[in-house]
Nanobody, 115 residues
Framework: QVHMVESGGDLVQAGGSLRLSCAAS????????MGWYRQTPGKQRELVAR???????NYADSVKGRFTISRDNAKNMVYLQMNSLKPEDTAVYYC?????????WGQGTQVTVSS
C-alpha cells in the first residue's frame, strides 16, 4: 500500500525559507518520479517541482531559482527547499507519485507566507 506523509509546512514571513519533507512507503522509491504540487482554495492543483529517479528536475516558472527539489533514495524521502518565499506561495503542498497508472498523494502540509 502506497503511503506518503508530508511535513514542514508553517507560517513564515515573506522572504523567509521553509523545507518540506515527504516520507514515502509501499513503493520502489528509487525508480519512481516524485513531485510536489500545491493547491489554493478554488484553484486546480498545480505542479511545483518534479524529480525523476535519475535526479533530473523540472520546476514551475513561478518557483524557478527559489525552490529546489531533492531526494534521498536511501531514506525514501523527497524534499522541497523553498527560499525567498512570497505571499503567493501560500497553499497546501502535496507530495505525489504515479505508479501502475495511479496517482498517489499525501495528506498535504499548509504553507502560509505573510506579507
Amino acid at each position: 500500500q502506497v503511503h506518503m506523509v508530508e511535513s514542514g509546512g508553517d507560517l513564515v514571513q515573506a522572504g523567509g525559507s521553509l523545507r518540506l519533507s515527504c516520507a514515502a512507503s509501499g513503493i520502489s522509491f528509487s525508480i519512481v518520479t516524485m513531485g510536489w504540487y500545491r493547491q489554493t482554495p478554488g484553484k486546480q492543483r498545480e505542479l511545483v517541482a518534479r524529480i525523476t529517479n535519475t535526479g533530473s528536475t523540472n520546476y514551475a516558472d513561478s518557483v524557478k531559482g527559489r525552490f529546489t527539489i531533492s531526494r534521498d533514495n536511501a531514506k525514501n524521502m523527497v524534499y522541497l527547499q523553498m527560499n525567498s518565499l512570497k505571499p503567493e506561495d501560500t497553499a497546501v503542498y502535496y507530495c505525489n507519485t504515479y505508479v501502475a497508472w495511479n496517482d498517489f498523494w499525501g495528506q498535504g502540509t499548509q504553507v502560509t507566507v505573510s506579507s
